[in-house]
């Protein structure tokens, strides 16, 4: 049903991929709900975590959705991998190769490296995220949220505020907003909006109550502040939150019905604040379970039709 | 060496802007010298009598800027292997840029690259000194030693002199010599991190770019210092509108400013690098349709004197690798040609002679070099130019030792089949089939 044998971004999937997908997670997270969590259909299959930065939520995530699967799983931090020792990336991915995995999830601090490693293996590769470009899985899990709320993704409003230029998470999230329909919005600091906002299919808005005023979807990025380096794109932590951060004052305006969104992990009173993250209007935690389900249906649909696939 | 026969390169359509010549006729060639260009020239028994119908005899190709890559970097290209894809590509004059492993700095490495081209005997090659010791961008190379050695121009090509009080200097000095100050535009604090344009594809792609201003800004800067020390300035690898539009007042000001482009510039996009291909990357990066179009202009309205390749040879451990890791820098010797009658000939409607010039008798002047030109007496260098012959770039085609070209697998119509320096054949696919196509 997928088109391609390997999920390297939104920009590589179309809407009716994406509605498929979104439909099997649904399913998938019913098993969640299950006493016991644990189905057979890839039982047998090998599923790597080659991660070469480091992450928490993504890499158990994706380790839960294999093992609920049945599927066997092993995590590679790039601390332990031979990488230190001068090994080239694709020599890295051909050896594992060599032990015939069937998936290898990987995240890498440079754009293009699942790419890469997708033009020189076998197996499926998944991008769990790559350098600035795309972390398509979270962006999957956003619309899922997004959908189990309103119903529907089209004709939606979706902001999105923060470091918009350096943001993976931002990159495959306002493709995938816009591909199925709603209109994306981005604010934050001017420095941090991409060369061309348009080749995404975002709108600029330097006005945070402006860009804010008809979402139904708001959704602030993690500052990073180990991206900050030698050349702050912004003054301090303390003026960003007063200009970009989600307040109460700021949510009070919104639409009754919009939702709080947050990719995590939260930098609590910095872009967003504590009262605001743990709102009613907050989905925050939901956007993590549902991040195992998406998971789950990414790993049974590149599994169950890589055997019809030449 | 032996003399060589005699050759005659009879009913070719020769083509020389310098003497104004656009005619067919016979070419010989005698004694390592262009002879006579005449109608109908008899000749002796012993002369290689070449058929050149239907094709272009050309002063020998001239590129003012190559990267041979030797000493210290031999497993990408050697002067030997850059030579050959020389003189494959039409070319019998190049000039090497210095930054070596060591680099080009002192006059024993200028003198080597001379003593391993002369051995190598198939294409003129002539050093580029660094303008600044170790390319570090502080204190002068001893230019008149460099000149003495050899060396015919200053660059730290490959890294930009940052300092522009170090620049002012280089220029300053340059006078006393009436040398060339070439340069690299490129300021680092805007270019930095960057690994392709920035823009559209870079947005797309997820990399960080380098925007167009790092490299006006200091071509900007470098005209303002040539105007203040009344230098001589010639900027390499012009990539921008922006850039030609600041060389263009430059020259209308009458300031003493050349500008070369490659033929990458004036053939590809940024979208060249889609699906995060890292033959495509280069520095300067491949910018916009509308830089690609006014650099054409450039080329049009003389604003850009020269094509110059930037040949950067690099091999597969250099290329194959994860895009921000990958080097800058395509091969060129061997489809700049190709390139130029493609792109600008035969699509922008360039007149033949004109692409000549900027390929040989402006580069030459600029540098100061003999060729360019196929003036009765001087030295033959010349090319003959098969302009309808079709051929498709592989690597097995190429003669370079690197094959880093965004154009592998392209077929190109137009190319060089005879290369003659100094009155010897270096390059010669019209009497022998074997070289391939």
Not at chain 2, 345 to 364: C, H, K, W, Y
Request: net charge negative; charged share 20%.
């Amino acid at each position: 049903m997928l088109k391609s044998r390997h999920i390297l971004g939104i920009s590589h999937l179309s809407p009716d991929e994406i509605s498929f997908i979104l439909d099997t997670a649904q399913s998938m997270k019913e098993i969640m709900d299950r006493p016991i969590k644990k189905v057979p259909p890839l039982r047998g299959k090998t599923i790597v975590n080659l991660f070469f930065e480091p992450s928490t939520r993504t890499k158990l995530s994706f380790e839960l959705a294999a093992k609920r699967l049945s599927a066997d799983t092993v995590g590679i931090a790039a601390s332990t991998s031979s990488v230190v020792k001068g090994e080239t990336l694709i020599d890295t991915a051909r050896n594992i190769e060599a032990m015939r995995p069937d998936i290898i999830v990987m995240r890498h601090s440079m754009s293009g490296a699942p790419h890469l490693i997708a033009n020189h293996v076998e197996s499926a590769v998944i991008n769990a995220g790559d350098g600035t470009n795309e972390h398509p899985s979270q962006a999957l899990l956003d619309l899922m949220t997004v959908r189990e709320h309103f119903g529907t993704l089209n004709g939606l409003n979706v902001t999105i505020i923060g470091d918009i230029a350096h943001s993976r998470v931002a990159h495959s999230d306002i493709m995938a907003f816009s591909m199925m329909g709603a209109r994306v919005t981005v604010c934050g600091p001017a420095t941090m909006m991409p060369p061309d906002p348009d080749a995404l299919g975002a709108r600029v808005c330097l006005d945070l109550n402006k860009a804010v005023k008809d979402a139904h979807v708001v959704m602030a990025l993690r500052i990073q502040k180990e991206r900050q380096g030698s050349l702050p794109l912004f003054p301090s932590e303390r003026e960003y939150a007063r200009s970009f951060g989600l307040s109460r004052a700021v949510t009070s305006e919104l639409r009754k019905d919009a939702i709080i969104m947050h990719p995590g992990p939260i930098n609590r009173g910095v872009e967003m604040s504590p009262e605001v993250a743990d709102s009613i209007n907050s989905v925050i935690l939901e956007q993590v379970t549902n991040g195992v389900a998406v998971r789950m249906a990414l790993f049974t649909l590149l599994l169950t039709d890589q055997q019809k696939l030449p | 060496m032996t003399e060589a026969r005699p050759i005659l390169l009879s009913q070719g359509r020769v083509i020389d802007p310098v003497q104004e010549i656009d005619i067919v006729a016979d070419l010989l060639i005698q004694h390592g010298r262009i002879q006579e260009i005449a109608p109908r020239i008899s000749s002796s028994e012993d002369t290689n009598r070449i058929d050149c119908q239907g094709m272009w005899i050309v002063p020998g190709l001239v590129d003012m800027h190559v990267h041979l890559r030797e000493p210290g970097e031999e497993y990408k290209e050697t002067i030997e292997t850059g030579c050959m894809a020389a003189a494959a590509g039409g070319f019998t004059s190049i000039a090497c840029m210095p930054n070596t492993s060591p680099p080009n700095d002192n006059s024993a490495v200028t003198k080597f690259i001379i003593e391993r081209a002369r051995e190598c005997g198939n294409c003129r090659v002539f050093p580029v000194a660094a303008i600044t010791r170790g390319q570090k961008g502080g204190c002068l190379t001893e230019f008149a030693d460099l000149l003495a050695a050899g060396a015919i121009a200053f660059s730290d090509d490959g890294l930009p002199v940052a300092d522009p009080a170090v620049m002012r200097v280089a220029l300053e000095y340059s006078r006393n010599f009436k040398t060339l100050i070439i340069s690299h535009a490129e300021e680092l604090s805007l270019s930095r991190g960057g690994a392709m344009n920035e823009g559209t594809a870079s947005t797309r792609l997820g990399l960080k770019g380098i925007p167009a201003a790092a490299e006006e800004i200091a071509i900007f800067r470098d005209i303002c210092l040539a105007e203040l020390t009344g230098a001589r300035l010639h900027i390499a690898h012009v990539s921008t509108a922006g850039s030609v539009e600041i060389i263009r007042a430059a020259k209308k000001k009458g300031l003493r400013v050349t500008a070369e482009t490659g033929p990458h510039y004036f053939s590809l996009t940024e979208d060249a690098v889609d699906g995060y291909n890292t033959l495509a990357k280069m520095n300067p990066p491949l910018r916009t349709e509308k830089d690609r179009q006014a650099i054409i202009e450039g080329l049009r309205d003389g604003t850009i004197d020269a094509i110059a390749t930037d040949h950067a040879p690099h091999s597969v451990l250099e290329k194959e690798c994860e895009f921000h890791l990958a080097a800058n820098g395509i091969i060129g010797l061997e489809t700049a040609l190709p390139l130029a009658l493609d792109v600008l000939v035969r699509q922008e409607g360039f007149a033949e002679a004109d692409i000549i010039r900027l390929m040989t008798g402006n580069p030459s002047n600029i540098l100061g070099i003999s060729g360019g030109s196929l003036d009765p007496g001087k030295l033959a260098d010349v090319t003959v130019i098969d302009p309808e012959r079709e051929f498709t770039l592989t690597t097995e085609a190429l003669h370079s030792k690197s094959h880093n070209s965004p154009f592998l697998g392209r077929t190109f119509r137009g190319r060089t089949v005879l290369t003659i320096l100094e009155g010897r054949l270096v390059f010669d696919m019209l009497q022998h089939a074997y070289y391939m196509s």
